[in-house]
Protein backbone atom coordinates (compact mmCIF):
# COMPACT_ATOMS: atom_id res chain seq x y z
CA UNK A 1 0.00 0.00 0.00
CA UNK A 2 1.32 3.60 -1.04
CA UNK A 3 0.20 5.16 1.75
CA UNK A 4 1.49 8.68 0.51
CA UNK A 5 -0.56 8.81 -2.68
CA UNK A 6 -3.59 7.18 -0.44
CA UNK A 7 -2.98 10.54 1.89
CA UNK A 8 -2.44 13.03 -1.30
CA UNK A 9 -5.95 11.67 -3.11
CA UNK A 10 -7.84 12.15 0.06
CA UNK A 11 -6.53 15.68 0.65
CA UNK A 12 -7.58 16.04 -2.90
CA UNK A 13 -10.83 14.19 -2.11
CA UNK A 14 -11.41 16.39 0.79
CA UNK A 15 -10.81 19.58 -0.79
CA UNK A 16 -12.76 19.20 -4.18
CA UNK A 17 -15.61 16.71 -2.91
CA UNK A 18 -16.52 16.89 1.13
CA UNK A 19 -14.93 20.76 0.45
CA UNK A 20 -13.51 21.29 3.65
CA UNK A 21 -12.00 24.30 4.84
CA UNK A 22 -8.82 24.88 4.09
CA UNK A 23 -7.95 24.96 8.25
CA UNK A 24 -9.17 21.47 8.22
CA UNK A 25 -7.88 19.89 5.42
CA UNK A 26 -4.63 21.52 6.30
CA UNK A 27 -4.85 19.62 9.54
CA UNK A 28 -5.89 16.63 8.02
CA UNK A 29 -2.37 16.98 5.67
CA UNK A 30 -0.52 17.25 9.52
CA UNK A 31 -1.56 14.82 11.06
CA UNK A 32 -1.65 11.77 8.45
CA UNK A 33 1.42 13.13 7.39
CA UNK A 34 2.90 12.74 10.97
CA UNK A 35 1.54 8.64 10.99
CA UNK A 36 2.97 8.54 7.66
CA UNK A 37 6.44 9.57 9.61
CA UNK A 38 5.69 7.58 12.14
CA UNK A 39 4.54 4.28 10.45
CA UNK A 40 7.33 4.76 8.07
CA UNK A 41 4.74 4.94 5.50
CA UNK A 42 2.80 2.07 6.11
CA UNK A 43 -0.42 1.19 7.43
CA UNK A 44 -1.10 -1.40 9.72
CA UNK A 45 -2.81 -2.27 13.20
CA UNK A 46 -0.03 -2.45 14.92
CA UNK A 47 1.54 0.74 13.70
CA UNK A 48 -2.02 2.37 14.36
CA UNK A 49 -2.02 1.02 17.67
CA UNK A 50 1.78 2.44 19.14
CA UNK A 51 0.73 5.76 17.31
CA UNK A 52 -2.78 6.20 19.06
CA UNK A 53 -0.47 5.19 22.51
CA UNK A 54 1.98 7.79 21.39
CA UNK A 55 -0.22 10.52 20.94
CA UNK A 56 -1.81 9.79 24.54
CA UNK A 57 1.78 10.08 25.37
CA UNK A 58 2.99 13.00 23.65
CA UNK A 59 0.03 15.81 22.95
CA UNK A 60 -2.54 17.76 25.19
CA UNK A 61 -6.26 15.40 24.92
CA UNK A 62 -7.96 17.79 22.69
CA UNK A 63 -4.70 17.74 19.86
CA UNK A 64 -4.88 13.97 20.70
CA UNK A 65 -8.30 13.27 19.91
CA UNK A 66 -8.32 15.61 16.86
CA UNK A 67 -5.57 13.66 15.50
CA UNK A 68 -7.17 10.49 15.96
CA UNK A 69 -10.17 11.81 14.74
CA UNK A 70 -8.27 12.59 11.27
CA UNK A 71 -6.78 8.89 11.39
CA UNK A 72 -10.39 7.74 11.86
CA UNK A 73 -11.82 9.80 8.96
CA UNK A 74 -8.68 8.48 6.85
CA UNK A 75 -9.61 5.16 7.65
CA UNK A 76 -13.17 5.66 6.57
CA UNK A 77 -12.43 6.89 3.38
CA UNK A 78 -10.26 3.67 2.52
CA UNK A 79 -12.94 1.19 3.44
CA UNK A 80 -14.56 3.05 1.63
CA UNK A 81 -12.69 3.42 -1.67
CA UNK A 82 -12.59 -0.44 -0.97
CA UNK A 83 -8.25 0.01 -0.20
CA UNK A 84 -8.65 -2.07 2.97
CA UNK A 85 -11.15 -4.12 3.78
CA UNK A 86 -11.06 -4.48 7.64
CA UNK A 87 -11.64 -1.14 9.00
CA UNK A 88 -9.15 -1.27 12.26
CA UNK A 89 -10.85 1.52 14.56
CA UNK A 90 -13.79 -0.56 14.85
CA UNK A 91 -12.32 -1.89 17.78
CA UNK A 92 -11.90 0.08 20.98
CA UNK A 93 -8.20 0.28 21.82
CA UNK A 94 -8.26 2.96 23.96
CA UNK A 95 -7.41 1.03 27.49
CA UNK A 96 -7.05 4.24 29.34
CA UNK A 97 -11.17 4.44 29.15
CA UNK A 98 -11.65 1.53 30.81
CA UNK A 99 -12.70 1.24 34.18
CA UNK A 100 -10.90 -0.33 36.17
CA UNK A 101 -13.76 -1.30 38.90
CA UNK A 102 -17.49 -2.34 39.04
CA UNK A 103 -19.46 0.62 38.45
CA UNK A 104 -23.50 0.54 39.81
CA UNK A 105 -26.02 3.33 38.30
CA UNK A 106 -28.71 3.70 40.01
CA UNK A 107 -31.75 4.16 37.41
CA UNK A 108 -34.60 6.99 38.82
CA UNK A 109 -37.50 5.08 40.69
CA UNK A 110 -40.33 6.62 41.20
CA UNK A 111 -42.05 7.32 44.60
CA UNK A 112 -43.77 4.70 45.58
CA UNK A 113 -47.56 4.92 45.93
CA UNK A 114 -49.47 4.36 49.93
CA UNK A 115 -49.31 0.71 50.74
CA UNK A 116 -46.12 -0.52 48.25
CA UNK A 117 -43.05 -1.57 50.75
CA UNK A 118 -40.11 -1.49 49.05
CA UNK A 119 -39.76 -5.53 49.37
CA UNK A 120 -42.53 -5.35 47.62
CA UNK A 121 -40.88 -4.25 44.32
CA UNK A 122 -40.02 -6.36 41.46
CA UNK A 123 -36.71 -5.86 40.21
CA UNK A 124 -38.03 -6.59 36.89
CA UNK A 125 -39.91 -3.27 37.19
CA UNK A 126 -37.28 -1.01 38.67
CA UNK A 127 -33.91 -2.48 37.30
CA UNK A 128 -30.52 -1.76 38.10
CA UNK A 129 -27.74 -0.78 35.54
CA UNK A 130 -24.72 -2.83 36.25
CA UNK A 131 -21.47 -1.27 34.20
CA UNK A 132 -18.81 -4.27 34.79
CA UNK A 133 -15.48 -3.92 32.94
CA UNK A 134 -12.23 -5.36 33.54
Known amino acids: MDLQNH ?5 NYCTEQ ?32 EYISHIHKEFKPKTGKRKIASL ?5 YLMVQDIITANPFDKDWSEEHLLDRTEAVQQNVPELPSGYTPSAISHDIF ?7 E
Not at 7 to 11: E, G, H, K, Q
Not at 72 to 76: D, E, I, L, S, Y
Open 72 to 76: KAFTH
Open 18 to 49: KTLSPKTTKAYRTDLKQFSEFSHNEFTIEYIR
Open 7 to 11: IYTYL
Open 127 to 133: PCIFIAR
